[in-house]
């Protein structure tokens, strides 16, 4: 079983920082791409930041210049570097991960990190 586990949000004035990280754990053979989304209650989930496992990485226009996503393969983990943040990013963070486990490939969802930016 593979478990996909955020950490990492609070709450921040705006012009600050934040790091969240992800974790995947359990069986698996590959992790291919990583990604980070975020959703607003009554919204759609829409994508912030990815990485493929060859390292090459797409952002949102709204964040680009401001975050950065980065993966240590050898800790399973995807991170997210957010700076000069404002109270538009606030949200809930999910981190998804496609992920090989026991020759089957299936996306994973984290459950989840409230990120609030105040103004």
């Known amino acids: 079983q593979v478990q996909v586990v955020e950490s990492g949000g609070g709450l921040v004035q705006a012009g600050g920082s934040l790091r969240l990280s992800c974790a995947a754990s359990?069986?698996?053979?590959?992790?291919?791409?990583l990604g980070w989304y975020r959703q607003a209650p009554g919204k759609q989930r829409e994508l912030v930041a990815g990485i493929t496992s060859g390292g090459s990485t797409n952002y949102a226009e709204s964040v680009k210049g401001r975050f950065t996503i980065g993966r240590d393969n050898a800790k399973n983990t995807v991170y997210l570097q957010m700076n000069s943040l404002k109270p538009e990013d606030t949200d809930v963070y999910y981190c998804?991960?496609?992920?090989?486990?026991?020759?089957?490939?299936?996306?994973?969802w984290g459950q989840g990190t409230q990120v609030t930016v105040s103004s």
């Open positions: 359990g069986r698996i053979d590959t992790i291919n791409a």
């Open positions: 998804n991960a496609n992920i090989r486990s026991g020759g089957v490939s299936w996306s994973y």
